[in-house]
């Protein structure tokens, strides 16, 4: 029930642009999207709930292509604070599976001044 | 968004020992799991504590290795039981509201057995 993320590692300057992607096998109900530095919690950047959906949050954003069970996940314009390992967690239909996500290997995303 | 205490937030265990982990929420929630993250890797869902009735394990986690236990709506207890070397993982803790999307976690408990 793993989604797959790609890809594993990106290595940026400051200012440039990144994309990772979720892919699922399974229908899926929600895309959820973390980030997590080292020795701390995940924190919750996004959720995406319908097919097609694209949300934003500074210059973060995501789209749900709920036909190909897929998510990506655009940085624009990368800050040093965006250094950190992303993770999708998918959640899967509804019913007793609610609630639980299941996550990604993740992304370590290191961005250099 | 609420706020989750994990106690202890590190601790180094003996072989054939048990570690308790306590998770407490700032506020009532509808569900709440526990993850296990070892170095570098995912999160790994190990069980969805459910409030007055036994956990629901994922494939490949027994209640008899992960006892948990959710008296309520705002704690609960994961159990690492007969500790081994490759028990050694940060557990973490996560809970979602009814009707709210966000699932936020804990600071997680760092466990090395030796």
């Known amino acids: 029930q793993q989604p797959v993320q790609s890809p594993q590692a990106v290595i940026l300057r400051e200012g440039e642009d990144a994309v990772i992607n979720c892919s699922s096998s399974?229908?899926?109900?929600?895309v959820h999207w973390y980030r997590q530095k080292h020795g701390e919690a995940p924190v919750f950047l996004m959720i995406?709930?319908?097919?097609?959906e694209q949300k934003g949050h500074d210059k973060i954003s995501a789209s749900f292509n709920e036909k190909k069970q897929q998510s990506s996940l655009y940085l624009t314009a990368s800050q040093l604070s965006y250094s950190g390992t992303y993770f999708c967690?998918?959640?899967?239909?509804?019913?007793?599976?609610?609630?639980?996500?299941?996550f990604g290997r993740g992304t370590q995303l290191t961005v250099w001044p | 968004s609420a706020v989750i205490s994990q106690k202890p937030s590190r601790d180094i265990c003996q072989r054939g020992t048990s570690l308790t982990i306590q998770c407490q929420v700032d506020?009532?929630?509808?569900?709440m799991f526990w993850y296990r993250q070892q170095p570098g890797q995912s999160l790994t869902l190990i069980a969805t504590?459910?409030?007055?009735?036994?956990?629901?394990?994922e494939s490949g986690f027994v209640i008899d290795k992960f006892p948990i236990s959710r008296p309520n709506l705002t704690f609960s207890t994961l159990t690492v039981s007969n500790l081994s070397p490759e028990d050694s993982s940060i557990y973490l803790c996560?809970?979602?509201?009814?009707?709210?999307?966000?699932?936020?976690f804990g600071q997680g408990t760092r466990l090395t057995v030796v």
């Open positions: 996560s809970a979602r509201r009814q009707g709210e999307t966000e699932a936020f």
């Open positions: 399974k229908a899926l109900y929600s």
């Open positions: 995406l709930l319908k097919g097609g």
């Open positions: 967690g998918t959640e899967i239909g509804r019913g007793s599976t609610l609630g639980r996500l299941y």
């Open positions: 506020s009532q929630v509808t569900m």
């Open positions: 504590a459910n409030q007055g009735s036994e956990a629901t394990y």
